[in-house]
């Protein structure tokens, strides 16, 4: 189905969006205050280097599919849906930088007050779980809000939009989520239809993961290097097992780590880096992460008794000893 889109921001994720909906058959503009990245769409030109991203710029704008203004209220007096790709640099104290976001999310909120009708905002921009509730919703008035993340890598983002790895979809309402999810129906992926909050996380989740895979094997590699072994060799082979290293294996939340290996092993590695005089942060922090784990089960065991109406006090005092038991047993497992 073809939809009519506002893509929101022609910064490095929304040119790529537009202009790969518009690949996609749907009739997009995009929306910018900045005239410079206007003009080159319009021009049929990519504001900015991305492989395939001017050829693509060029066709959309040459089928009629693609088109770019500063004028947002033109562009939603012509679209039912409208993504905004605006940026959420970091503050200074690490959190975000939702300016732009809100500005957004007003002026849209703005004219669809002065002309009503059915509407859906798709956030793309990386915005931590809850932002869509507290920050745009309030602002876009009847509007449905949906979550729909991007998962592009600078040089490869033309790529990684036509044959994603991931597609996500988050929302209370079902038909919006369903609709934004269908404005890929032709790729090669089934879109994860989530929550709304639940599609804010997967973002940071996902970035969070690759930067430990990227910091872990930069430490195991110093490690290798520091006894004369090939770390991407070591590296390479640990990534051919596909069963428990590269999979699901271990990827869900749960309880800590025990057994008589893990601990061990990673006390040895720790032990031995200090001695080669390398600090390997990342595996250093494992342990005691895992002590956090082992505290936090502990403490919602110990915590459960108060909230439960306990009638016999010679049961109560039953229940704590298990208690007792099981919060030993599980700090021996993780020893």
């Known amino acids: 189905m073809q939809e009519h889109v506002a893509v929101v921001g022609l910064g490095y994720v929304g040119c790529v969006s537009a202009a790969c909906l518009a690949e996609l058959g749907h009739i997009v503009v995009g929306v910018d205050r900045d005239e410079h990245k206007v003009q080159c769409v319009m021009a049929g030109e990519a504001p900015f280097f991305e492989p395939g991203l001017g050829a693509l710029v060029r066709k959309g704008v040459e089928s009629g599919r693609l088109s770019a203004t500063a004028d947002l209220r033109q562009a939603l007096a012509t679209c039912d849906i409208a993504l905004i790709c605006v940026g959420t640099p970091s503050a200074r104290n690490g959190n975000l930088g939702l300016d732009q976001l809100t500005r957004v999310a007003e002026e849209i909120g703005a004219e669809l007050t002065k002309s009503p009708k059915p509407f859906i905002v798709a956030v793309r921009s990386t915005v931590f779980p809850g932002t869509c509730e507290d920050i745009v919703k309030p602002r876009v008035g009847g509007a449905q809000i949906v979550a729909n993340p991007e998962f592009l890598r600078e040089g490869t983002a033309v790529k990684d ?38 599609a804010e996380m997967i973002k940071y989740a996902c970035n969070a993961f690759h930067a430990v895979k990227i910091s ?36 869900k939340p ?49 915590d459960a008794p108060s909230t439960l109406e306990v009638i016999d006090p010679a049961r109560q005092w039953r229940g704590l000893e298990l208690l007792a038991r099981i919060v030993a047993m599980l700090t021996r497992l993780c020893r």
């Open 216 to 251: 872990f094997a930069n430490e195991i590699g110093a490690m290798a290097e520091s006894l004369g072994i090939a770390g991407r060799e070591v590296m390479a082979t640990l990534c051919r097992d596909e069963v428990l290293n590269i999979s699901t294996a271990y990827l």
């Open 254 to 302: 749960g309880f800590a780590f025990g057994g008589s290996c893990l601990p061990k092993d990673l006390r040895a590695l720790v032990y031995r880096a200090g001695r080669l005089d390398l600090k390997l942060p990342l595996l250093e922090s494992v342990l005691p992460s895992n002590a956090e784990v082992i505290g936090r089960g502990v403490r919602a065991i110990l």
């Open 161 to 198: 939009f036509v044959s994603p790895s991931l597609v996500v979809v988050g929302g209370a309402g079902r038909a919006a989520v369903k609709r934004i999810a269908d404005l890929y129906q032709s790729l090669p992926v089934e879109p994860c239809l989530v929550e709304l909050r639940t």
